[in-house]
């Protein structure tokens, strides 16, 4: 029940659709996956360089659809359906709030992912990023105080 409500909502959200268009215009090849999820395989555009990534309920991957549904690759299909999630409860409004939350992530530890809420909530571990890194200097002097 809860991927239906998350597949209605991204789909009226308009975010769906706009992971489908990027899809076609990168000439990647629809395909569906688990949970409401649409796989798109086959990526070819340099940006973002991630092995995979999420634009409402799709999900975008360079590889294929089979190595994204293989059974080693679990955890990283549950990060990007909790990030299908996430689209679904922001809609469009994902995107401005998530490169927000990288520019403060990599502002504080030069990593997009370990200090980006919207990572964290997906799962650090399970999206292939560190749990955590060192604060930069000056992040570190301002935290101690």
């Known amino acids: 029940m809860r991927h239906r409500t998350r597949t209605f ?9 706009a992971g ?13 996956g ?15 360089p ?17 190595w994204l549904l293989a059974e080693e690759r679990a955890a ?16 469009p409004l994902f ?3 998530y490169w927000l939350a990288c520019g403060w992530s990599y502002s504080l ?11 964290r909530r997906a799962g650090l571990k399970d999206g292939g990023y560190p749990e955590d890194l060192p604060l930069r200097p000056w992040a570190a002097r301002w935290k101690r105080r």
């Open 109 to 119: 530890t030069r990593s997009y992912g370990v200090r980006n809420f919207f990572e």
């Open 50 to 66: 991630n092995s995979c990534f999420t634009v409402g309920s799709v999900i975008l991957t360079r590889r294929t659809a089979d």
């Open 34 to 48: 688990r949970d409401g999820i649409i796989i798109a395989e086959g990526y070819r555009l340099r940006v973002p």
């Open 76 to 91: 990283l299909l549950a990060h990007e359906s909790r990030h299908a999630g996430q689209y679904a409860v922001l809609g």
């Open 9 to 17: 909502l991204t789909t009226i959200n308009g975010t769906t659709g």
């Open 20 to 32: 489908l268009l990027l899809a076609l215009l990168s000439g990647a090849r629809v395909r569906r």
């Open 95 to 97: 995107w401005p709030a």
